[in-house]
């Protein structure tokens, strides 16, 4: 009776829904619910299976201690199986008999692994927010509408820089805010959040507690339940040392580009395959082109492919061996236009030091190059007229002195003559000698008149209308000898000249040829002239006695310098005819052989 | 009186030669006085006596400034003849450039001859003009 008495008491603890065992006094399992037992994962049991219950709360350490008060207690364990980790809570109950004495304990075991596990990913949510608050310094704000009560988090309060302690109520958190735009912002989107369901986000200006003004972004939200508005939820962030730092970004932006875009150069900057990136103001002004009509071009797309080539050979050897070009001078071409350039170009370098293209500046030297031609053109006719004005000087002296030096020694002689004969013969030579210097002083006026008065003014004249009439002058002289003059100048070629020099030009080249003609042959003058962009070219060639070059090529217009055993040959018109084209801008070459012939090329020069 | 076997005048101003002339009688006797224009006629002169194996001038009055061949063109033809006998050579001259003096300086270290350098007016002739240095000493 008894047996069947306690079969049925254990039956019924095996059907329990709740998870239930029964312990006696020395902490042996007696039976338990099925729900229990699948819970720890144990057989059905029995007199034979023993199983002792510290075992099964191994975690537990003083579990037996505990039983043995006699008291309810319940604690937290869990187990470890495939399934993963099931988090458990058991109450231990005193089991009493109908005499109340202790017989063992009642356990009762829920499975709370849902309730851990939420608990777990609050803990966890609550972790990456104060991580976030932490990494982003982004403070929160939570404003309750019922009961106007504000909380700050602990960013909140330090960005506003009040102890941890501090509670604001929502006048003192707005008068944070910089009296005047950022304040009466702030009030009014706090107020439309409310009134009208509007959220913000504006960068305001707030004065710590501290008193340090400092930029913040703030936002708001209002959460909303039947319609109203119950509380807003909102952050705010300090922004004042980017906003700083942007504001230093811009200024100095704003100084690099003003600076660039000032400079009396042509700045830009190239990347690696020499397209432009950036461009100044100069550098448009001098394609006549808008920025954006130049950023990504190359200089092919800009320039001929000679120049481009030039160019782009430089940029290459800049950006390989890192070495920059200072101050080189350079010529451009554009749209047929010549720029002289004093170029730069510096290596440009990213952040991490590599090299992505180049910086070039360029000085448009044009002007100043001109006027060093100008200069060096000025020295060259300054240093050959100082030339002349040496050897005119010379030139002078010697012939002056020639004379005086025969006058002296005359006079000497006819101090101490007595023979009356020999006294006219000194005074006859006296007579010769005077003659021979007012010759020479004849001859150096006309010299010193060429080179004082090439102000004179030049004027277009007809060069075949001027031939014609100096060789009027020699028409008894040629007819006497059957001498031809070949005269191919065409009618309407026009030379700017000084008309008296023209004159001499003509004549002391024709009586040259006139002079000087071959013993053996009939004299023929041929007479050219061309026409050109430089000017006029005219050339006089005869077929007489030639001269030879080898040996006189300096001397042939030297002054008194002759070659010809002649009784007229002065050595002065051919001296005279250099020194006449010369100061006209132009200039006198020869050609000649030996018993051939001679010619004389004169170019005049058109510019006035 | 100095007793010269040749003389040339190489002058293409008939007035400086006249004055060479007139001084010389006073000072040497001479029987071959050669007068030439200029450089060029001395030296054929020169070349045609050597043919010749006439007697080659011991003293030459050269003037600088001469048509066709001027005074150092001369000179230069004639070191280039390489003649033993000895010649004195006096340079005849109204030029005051220095670069003639210059000139002269660099001829007289390579000329194998006596060369002298008379500037205009001349109102005498020494007796080492006619190369007799040794004498008139």
């Not at chain 1, 704003?254 to 830009?268: E, G, I, K």
């Not at chain 1, 018109?573 to 084209?581: R, S, T």
Request: charged content about 25%; glycine content about 4%.
């Amino acid at each position: 009776m008894k047996a069947v008495k306690k079969v049925d008491q254990f039956y019924l603890l095996k059907q329990l829904p709740k998870a239930t065992a029964l312990l006696c006094k020395k902490g042996i399992l007696l039976d338990a619910s099925c729900s229990w037992l699948d819970i720890f994962g144990l057989p059905p049991q029995d007199e034979t299976t023993k199983t002792k219950v510290s075992l099964l709360y191994s975690e537990i350490p003083d579990l037996k201690r505990r039983l043995k008060e006699n008291k309810s207690f319940s604690l937290q364990h869990k187990i470890e199986n495939t399934d993963g980790t099931r988090y458990l809570k058991s109450y231990f109950a005193p089991w009493f008999d109908e005499k109340e004495n202790v017989i063992g304990t009642i356990i009762q075991t829920d499975d709370i692994t849902p309730e851990v596990q939420k608990e777990q990913q609050i803990d966890w949510l609550n972790n990456i927010l104060e991580t976030k608050v932490e990494v982003s310094e982004t403070g929160w704000w939570e404003f309750n509408v019922q009961t106007e009560e504000l909380s700050w988090c602990k960013e909140t309060k330090r960005i506003h820089q009040v102890p941890d302690c501090f509670e604001p109520t929502t006048i003192e958190a707005i008068n944070f805010f910089k009296p005047g735009y950022s304040q009466n912002k702030v009030s009014m989107l706090f107020h439309k959040a409310i009134a009208s369901n509007q959220s913000y986000n504006t960068k305001l200006m707030i004065v710590t507690f501290n008193g340090e003004e400092r930029w913040v972004r703030i936002t708001g939200k209002p959460f909303v339940k039947d319609g109203k508005v119950i509380k807003v939820f909102g952050t705010i962030k300090d922004i004042h040392d980017q906003e700083i730092a942007e504001t230093r970004i811009k200024e100095h932006q704003q100084l690099l580009s003003t600076l660039v875009d000032s400079l009396p150069l042509n700045v830009y900057v190239k990347d690696l395959e020499s397209r432009k990136v950036l461009v100044n103001k100069g550098e448009c002004n001098y394609f006549d082109k808008r920025v954006e009509e130049l950023i990504g071009k190359t200089d092919f797309d800009l320039y001929g492919e000679k120049d481009a080539q030039i160019s782009r050979e430089e940029d290459i050897q800049v950006m390989k061996n890192l070495t920059p070009i200072i101050g080189k001078e350079t010529v451009s071409t554009l749209n047929g236009k010549t720029t002289h350039f004093l170029t730069s170009k510096i290596p440009h370098f990213d952040l991490e030091g590599k090299v992505c293209g180049l910086i070039g500046m360029s000085l448009d030297i044009t002007a100043m190059k001109k006027k060093q031609e100008e200069l060096c053109n000025l020295i060259n006719i300054t240093s050959m007229q100082n030339q002349k004005l040496i050897s005119f000087a010379h030139i002078v002296s010697h012939n002056l002195r020639s004379h005086s030096a025969n006058f002296s020694m005359l006079l000497g002689f006819l101090n101490s003559e007595k023979d009356p004969q020999e006294r006219k013969r000194i005074i006859d030579m006296l007579t010769q000698a005077s003659d021979n210097l007012l010759e020479t002083l004849g001859n150096l006026n006309q010299v010193v008149d060429i080179n004082t008065k090439t102000a004179e003014t030049k004027k277009p004249l007809n060069l075949q209308n001027n031939i014609v009439k100096v060789l009027e002058n020699f028409s008894a002289l040629l007819d006497k000898d059957d001498s031809q003059i070949i005269n191919n100048v065409e009618e309407n070629i026009e030379v700017s000249c000084i008309p008296a020099y023209l004159d001499s030009i003509i004549l002391n080249l024709v009586s040259n040829a006139v002079k000087y003609k071959s013993p053996n042959r009939t004299l023929l003058i041929t007479i050219n002239a061309v026409k050109s962009t430089e000017g006029v070219l005219l050339s006089i060639s005869d077929n007489g006695m030639g001269i030879d070059l080898d040996k006189y090529r300096d001397k042939i217009f030297g002054m008194y310098k002759t070659f010809h055993n002649r009784k007229d040959a002065k050595g002065f018109g051919l001296y005279l005819v250099k020194n006449q084209i010369e100061a006209m801008g132009g200039s006198i070459t020869v050609q000649s052989e030996v018993d051939k012939g001679t010619t004389f090329n004169v170019y005049f020069n058109e510019e006035s | 009186m100095k007793k010269v076997s040749c003389i040339f005048i190489v002058d293409d101003d008939p007035i400086t030669v006249f004055g060479i002339k007139k001084m010389l009688k006073s000072v040497a006797s001479c029987d071959d006085i050669q007068i030439f224009q200029n450089g060029h006629e001395a030296h054929e002169a020169i070349k045609e006596r050597l043919k010749e194996g006439k007697i080659i001038p011991e003293v030459v009055f050269l003037d600088i400034n001469m048509p066709i061949m001027d005074g150092w063109e001369f000179l230069d033809e004639l070191i280039a003849l390489d003649i033993k006998e000895h010649i004195t050579i006096n340079m005849i001259t109204s030029s005051i450039d220095p670069l003639d003096y210059k000139k002269w300086n660099g001829f007289k270290n390579r000329c194998p001859y006596t060369l002298n350098f008379k500037n205009k007016p001349i109102f005498k002739i020494e007796a080492n003009d006619l190369g007799c240095m040794d004498i008139a000493s």
